[in-house]
């Protein structure tokens, strides 16, 4: 057993049809490590059952098998078996299992949006909860998720996005929000063990959740890099009318000849391109501005090493009891801040746990790496946000194509010619939408670039109108050649 004693339940997926095969394994643990991650919840486990049969079968430590760490009535870790395995190596024979945190039910199923009028984002993470409740193994109790309910309405198309991306675009779109998976408080599976909770809400980093004095520390390391250093941000990308184009930010604090002024350092420019995805002007400027309020100021990542740690009034406390998503004071790390400051500071003593990791053998004592940052950052939650959009539409999902955002209008350029025509004769072309609407627009404006012996038009063939585009025509003034050019842009879309 551990020195922790902690309790390894390991049970059979609850299914109503089944009563559940229970097994506590705790004391044959050798080796354990779990995590839990902010955004994320409970993140991964892994151990070493030295069992007497290894070979036995055991459904519940099977694949998708249930795991509930406890002490107590407390859970260190709730999830499920992932890649269980029999190993026979020098140590003799063994049970190798790894497990996800009940998390990784949002991963499940990608599947495409049912709205498309503006809603709240407690609204939207509700309705795709409400599409997936009879086979989410999540507990249907929303109260922990925005329990603020932001008031900020949205349009996303999530085509072929899981609940997963979903959560990650809704809370970077909010600000400095975050997503969690727990366990439930009160609720129970068939089991008798916590079901699993999704909750959101905006980051706290002022109030104190976890002290650590300098006895409590084994090890930090404090790192800035100048990899993450640039006070001048160049963005390439593709505007959607008037084609490539790029935007330039640089920090104030520069003098306006690139010399270093009362910057922290000299001038770095960073040019990146975007050029997948069409940004308009501001949008770009938007992203280039989130970039540079990330890198203009050095800022560092700490990873600090614990073997004892204290609650928020000094009692100690267990270390498997440290969760990801609360903050740690570190008075010991004042001296980083511009005063030595004696009461906690965000991100002067007093920092986000991004991830916790509790490792322990038999033949060692416990010990808990934490990764920490240094607060709140939106251009950090800005940028991540849009990278997961982007990685998202690299990814090729089936069939699945690009969608224009409801209410968003789209611009695109339009062409009908005939060498040799007659007096009031109409010509038609085909105009093609892309990326395909998400729904009928109720019709188009055009805007000329030139044109020739036209007497009306260009206008919309009547009931040709889609969502992948339509016909449009023009009407000869006379005989001759025959030609219009110009842009189209979708209205009420």
């Excluded at 409970?42 to 002490?71: N, Q, S």
Aim: charged share 15%; glycine share 10%; net charge negative.
């Amino acid at each position: 057993m551990l020195r922790s004693k902690l309790a390894l339940w390991a049970y059979t997926a609850p299914v109503a049809a089944n009563a559940p095969i229970v097994g506590e394994y705790g004391e044959s643990i050798e080796g354990l490590e779990f995590s839990t991650v902010s955004p994320g919840g409970f993140g991964d486990l892994t151990c070493v059952l030295r069992l007497r049969e290894a070979r036995i079968p055991r459904p519940e430590l099977g694949l998708f098998g249930r795991v509930c760490l406890r002490d107590g009535f407390f859970t260190a870790f709730g999830g499920e078996w992932t890649d269980p395995a029999i190993v026979l190596d020098a140590t003799g024979e063994h049970v190798l299992l790894s497990a996800l945190g009940g998390g990784v039910a949002l991963r499940d199923d990608p599947d495409d949006a049912t709205y498309a009028t503006p809603a709240t984002a407690q609204a939207i993470i509700a309705n795709e909860m409400s599409r997936r409740a009879a086979f989410l193994p999540l507990d249907q109790d929303q109260s922990g998720i925005l329990p603020d309910n932001p008031s900020l309405t949205l349009t996303p198309v999530y085509v072929g996005l899981n609940l997963e991306e979903i959560l990650h675009d809704l809370m970077g779109s909010l600000g400095d929000y975050v997503w969690e998976v727990w366990d439930h408080p009160h609720n129970t599976d068939q089991a008798g063990f916590p079901m699993w909770q999704l909750r959101a809400h905006q980051r706290d980093t002022t109030t104190t959740t976890w002290t650590a004095a300098g006895a409590d520390v084994v090890s930090w390391h404090v790192a800035s890099s100048a990899q993450r250093a640039y006070n001048v941000i160049q963005l390439a990308y593709v505007d959607p009318v008037t084609g490539p184009a790029s935007v330039t930010v640089s920090d104030t604090r520069l003098a306006a000849n690139g010399s270093q002024g009362t910057a922290p350092f000299r001038r770095r420019k960073l040019r990146r391109a975007m050029t997948r995805i069409p940004l308009t002007a501001a949008q770009a400027t938007s992203i280039a501005s989130a970039w540079l309020a990330l890198w203009q100021n050095p800022t560092g990542k700490i990873e600090v090493t614990l073997a004892t740690v204290r609650d928020a009034q000094g009692n100690p406390a267990p270390l498997h009891q440290v969760r990801a998503g609360g903050t740690l004071f570190l008075p010991e790390l004042a001296p980083r801040g511009a005063q030595l400051a004696s009461s906690p500071q965000p991100g002067v003593n007093q920092f986000w746990i991004a991830e916790a990791v509790y490792r322990e053998a038999r033949s060692q004592a416990p010990h808990l790496t934490l990764q920490l940052d240094g607060g709140a950052d939106r251009a950090d939650a800005l940028v991540a946000r849009l990278q997961l959009g982007e990685d998202s539409r690299q990814r090729q999902r089936g069939v699945y194509r690009v969608v224009q955002s409801p209410g968003a209008q789209l611009t695109g350029f339009c062409s009908a010619r005939a060498p040799s025509v007659a007096a009031g004769q109409t010509v038609g072309a085909t105009v093609s939408f892309v990326p395909v609407l998400s729904s009928t627009p109720t019709s188009l404006s055009f805007t000329a670039i030139s044109s020739g012996n036209v007497a009306s038009g260009p206008s919309v063939t009547p009931g040709t109108l889609t969502p992948y585009g339509c016909e449009m025509t023009i009407t000869a003034a006379g005989s001759g050649a025959c030609f219009w050019t110009g842009r189209f842009t979708t209205i009420g879309a």
